[in-house]
């Protein structure tokens, strides 16, 4: 795959995470009731692990010459919701995020690294899938 669109590619997921720190800080400020602690906590640690992602992503878009964008990715403000319901709007996100990665990945099959970097991010994003599952299931 030409280095010109792995920079392109790179950058919309760059966004993606950008907006998903912005969605997890938000929601984590949003947490109210006596499941508060854990459930801020667990949003302020997916903020934490997004960030991570789009530092891993932005480094790998300078290293390749890019230059990483500033964009972010539309953030919902639905406004007061339940904890249930963000829950279920970051297991939506997360699953779409997990779609671009996927579909990036054998595009990029030739460049080991970066395949194995982008792998290591997808088994991240499906543990904050099956998680997010969890916290959701009723029995
Ligand atoms: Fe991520
Ligand atoms: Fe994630």
Redesign the pocket.
């Known amino acids: 795959m030409e280095t010109k669109l792995v920079i392109e590619k790179l950058n919309g997921l760059l966004e993606e995470e950008l907006a ?1 720190i912005v969605r997890y800080l938000h929601h984590s400020f949003l947490v109210f009731g006596p499941m508060r602690i854990p459930v801020m906590e667990l949003f302020r640690k ?1 903020a934490k ?2 960030t991570t ?1 789009a530092v891993l992503v932005g480094e790998k878009i300078t290293a390749l010459g890019g230059h990483p964008t500033v964009k972010i990715s539309e953030v919902l403000e639905p406004g007061k919701q339940t904890i249930e319901e963000m829950l279920k709007e970051d297991l939506e996100a ?1 699953k779409d ?2 779609i671009r990665y996927k579909k990036f990945l054998p595009l990029v099959e030739e460049d080991v690294a970066l395949h194995f970097l982008l792998c290591q991010i997808v088994e ?2 499906q543990l ?2 099956e998680d997010l599952e969890k916290l959701l299931r009723k029995e």
């Open positions: 998903s997916r692990d997004a992602h997360e995020m997990i991240e994003e904050h899938i």
